[in-house]
């Protein structure tokens, strides 16, 4: 039995056949500094000194360029693509049409050792995404990783198992009429997945002791983590997660510099376009009480690499 025909017939949905594309070109992948919320507050700055214009590198460079400070790299990706469109029914006899999104999701750490590069963790999956309608009418606890078992199960995976991929889990999107579209809300669950499988890889660099001040790990991308609402009441399990990027950096190849107050209390983008090689700008601080709590971000613009 092919995937779709098992996920109709165990959600009680009808597979319409219809066109398949990816989405990935729909959404991007980053997060940008400033962006998570309304709720944002950025202050003048997070520097220890007094600094308001460029700080140049060159000579910082020179006393560490004898060090390693930077030993672990992490990246995520995934792939989106609507696969399907199916149909359940609703109050009055109505069938409503929902896509069923599938998602590649891939996560890697390598490691610098001896100015060698080795791979030190790898993670991957596929995912499925769709409407929480499909298992809204009695579906028994656990449906969802039970579905994912029966995909996993089926012949039409044998070949996609041998190559060390399987369906991980099912995604679930809200049904709720919202200005966002139901594709663009799979793919934010899986987006959501990619970031929470991140975090946990981070999480066991940190319990195997492999970061510290002279092992730091670079992160592509920012590291905008939301906390969840159980992990907030947990002041343990807050704290150990706030620990836990002690020793991280994220670069952010993508940002807004209109957001940024770097100098005075207005945007000042032409000040971060001027940027000269080899310089930084002054470190700006913010938090973001609804999305991220009480935890704060050093932010700061490089004309190096």
Not at 7 to 16: D, L, P, Q
Not at 138 to 146: D, M, R, S, Y
Request: net charge positive; hydrophobic share 35%.
């Amino acid at each position: 039995m092919r995937i779709m025909e098992i996920i109709a017939k165990e959600t009680g949905g009808k597979s319409y056949k219809s066109h398949k594309y990816s989405l990935d070109e729909l959404d991007r992948s980053p997060i940008e500094y400033g962006e998570a919320s309304n709720s944002i507050q950025w202050k003048r700055r997070g520097e220890t000194k007094d600094i308001r214009t460029y700080v140049p590198l060159v000579d910082l460079n020179r006393q560490v360029s004898s060090l390693q400070l930077f030993t672990y790299f992490l990246d995520g990706s995934r792939h989106v693509y609507k696969v399907d469109d199916m149909g359940f029914e609703k109050s009055g006899n109505r069938t409503a049409i929902y896509p069923i999104i599938a998602g590649q999701i891939g996560v890697g750490c390598c490691r610098r050792e001896k100015k060698r590069m080795y791979c030190e963790k790898v993670e991957r999956e596929i995912v499925i995404a769709m409407p929480d309608i499909a298992q809204s009418s009695g579906k028994i606890q656990g449906f969802l990783v039970a579905l994912a078992q029966k995909l996993n199960a089926g012949k039409e995976l044998a070949r996609i198992s041998a190559s060390g991929w399987k369906f991980s889990t099912i995604l679930t999107y809200k049904t709720a009429k919202e200005e966002k579209g139901y594709g663009d809300k799979g793919t934010a669950q899986i987006q959501m997945r990619m970031m929470e499988n991140e975090q946990k890889m981070v999480a066991e660099l940190v319990c195997e002791k492999k970061l510290d001040d002279r092992n730091y790990l670079i992160k592509d991308g920012s590291l905008e983590y939301r906390p969840t609402k159980s992990m907030r009441s947990n002041a343990r399990e807050y704290k150990k997660f706030k620990n836990n990027y002690d020793y991280v950096i994220g670069v952010s190849k993508r940002f807004n510099p209109e957001v940024c107050l770097i100098l005075g209390d207005k945007p000042n983008p032409g000040f971060i376009a001027e940027l000269p090689l080899y310089s930084r700008t002054p470190v700006a601080y913010f938090t973001d009480p609804e999305f991220l709590g009480d935890i704060g971000f050093a932010v700061w613009y490089s004309g190096s690499i």
